[in-house]
C-alpha cells in the first residue's frame, strides 16, 4: 500500500521554477502534518518546509525562503511545493511526509512516520 506519491520534478536550468506535488491516500491526509525534505548526493536529508493539516501554518528552511512556497488542497488529497529561482545548491531528491499532529517538531525527519518514494530534482548552471 502506497500513502503518498510525489511527481513533477526533473532538470531545469538555473532561476527556473518546477512544481512537485505530493498525493496521498486518505487514510494520511485529513488532519496530518506535512512536510518537504531533500536529500543531495552524499548528505543527510535536510528539512525545506511543513505545513499545518489547515494550511494555516507554514515553516521554511532558511536556504528557501522567499523562494518556495508550500500549500495543500485537503479536498484533492494533494500537497504541492513551488519552487522558484532554482539554484544548483538545490539539487537533491525530493520528499513529501507525514506525520499525525501531535506534539513534535515538524522540522525533524525522524518525527514523520509516512514518507513517498522521492522526486528527483536537478538544477543545472
Known amino acids: 500500500q502506497v500513502d503518498l506519491v510525489e511527481s513533477g520534478g526533473g532538470l531545469v536550468q538555473a532561476g527556473g521554477s518546477l512544481r512537485l506535488t505530493c498525493a496521498a491516500s486518505?487514510?494520511?491526509?485529513?488532519?496530518?502534518?506535512k512536510g518537504w525534505f531533500r536529500q543531495a548526493p552524499g548528505k543527510e536529508r535536510e528539512f525545506v518546509a511543513t505545513?499545518?493539516?489547515?494550511?494555516?501554518?507554514?515553516t521554511y528552511a532558511d536556504a528557501v525562503k522567499g523562494r518556495f512556497t508550500i500549500s495543500r488542497d485537503n479536498s484533492k488529497n494533494t500537497m504541492s511545493l513551488q519552487m522558484n529561482s532554482l539554484e544548483p545548491e538545490d539539487t537533491a531528491v525530493y520528499f513529501c511526509?507525514?506525520?499525525?499532529?501531535?506534539?513534535?517538531?515538524?522540522?525533524?525527519?525522524?518525527?514523520?512516520?509516512?514518507w513517498g518514494q522521492g522526486t528527483r530534482v536537478t538544477v543545472s548552471s
Open positions: 505545513i499545518s493539516w489547515n494550511g494555516a501554518l507554514t
Open positions: 486518505a487514510r494520511v491526509f485529513a488532519t496530518y502534518i
Open positions: 511526509a507525514a506525520r499525525r499532529p501531535v506534539a513534535g517538531d515538524d522540522k525533524q525527519a525522524d518525527e514523520y512516520d509516512t
